[in-house]
């Protein structure tokens, strides 16, 4: 059963493909939302904002698309559905209120040292974002941060902003299950983006949670037991880590999206990216997981599973994970 309904679902892959410039795809996914009942000023809505994630050149081509789509539908005889036009906005300047929608949004306020050195992002992310933007009420708070989610999922080289938007969407009503889905949706249609896995997400990998700090999620790949190789995709959400652990016959881990580490026990932590082989020996104590700032995924292949078992072991506590993972 999806998490998401199937408005959100058109939203997701119209803000992925807006994100990744590809205009065939999006002009699929422009049409199927309408086709869902979006309206017309709730799917512009979303294309403007995304400007302020993507840059003007993606949001332009996606409403100059999105324009030349309702005009093909008017000309067959397809009446879409205007929908509501945003109100005033608040009384007062847009740097207040949009300082108080931050707040909101976010939970907390929001300072920190590159807005002291850059004080001008700082104004306009207030102003014009939070505000100007954010204030427009035709679109709730959660279906933008659903928006936002999905073209930061689709873009390389934004993990912190994207993690951030993770905890605001959470904060705005998103579930773990939807951010599941989103990212998955934005991975199954995956191209050469290094932070994300072409492979499933699959579950919240519930039955070995309490050996995780943080979330994981986990998808099983191979099928057929005769082939006796049993492969998992295995995707952490930054920050997450499991335990120290071995295997009496051993691992292999192959990443496949985003940032991560892996480390024996007495030697220095080993960073992962897509592309990276680990050949884990048996009966060897490690741990491996996803960076402070980045998801991660990798394939776990068992070796020798007939007889190959874990030991799991003691967690791998914050003050060890941030000296394995600082400066590397």
Known sequence: MNALNTKEQK????????????????????????????????????????????GFPRSLNAL????????????KGVKDAQ??????????????????NQTKLTGH???????????????????????DIFGRDNLDWKTREIATIAALAAMPGVESQLN?????????????????????????????VPYISAFPVGQENSAYAKYFSGKSYLARLTKDNRLNVPVANVTFEPGC???WHSHTGGQMLIAVGGVGYYQERGKAARKLVPGDVVEIPPNVDHWHGAAPDSWFSHLAIEC???TNKNT??????DAAYQAATESK
């Open 11 to 54: 939203i997701v892959a119209i803000g992925m493909y807006t994100a990744r410039g590809d205009m065939p795809n999006l002009k699929t996914a422009l049409a199927a939302g309408l086709d869902a009942g979006l309206t017309v000023n709730e799917i512009k809505e979303v294309l403007t904002q995304l400007y302020a994630y993507c």
């Open 64 to 75: 100059g698309n999105f324009m030349l789509l309702l005009k093909e539908r008017e000309a």
């Open 312 to 317: 799991w072991l003691e967690p791998v506590d």
């Open 83 to 100: 929908g509501r036009l945003p109100g005033p906005l608040p009384a007062g300047k847009s740097i207040d209120f949009g300082t108080a």
């Open 164 to 192: 951030s938007h993770i905890n605001i969407g959470k904060h705005n009503g998103v579930t773990d299950a939807q951010i599941s889905e989103i990212l998955a949706t934005v991975q199954g249609n995956a191209f050469s």
């Open 304 to 306: 020798n599973p007939a």
């Open 241 to 243: 880590r499991n335990n």
């Open 109 to 131: 306020s929001v300072q920190g040292a590159l807005f002291e050195f850059a004080p001008a992002i700082d104004e306009y992310l207030k102003a014009h974002l939070f505000g």
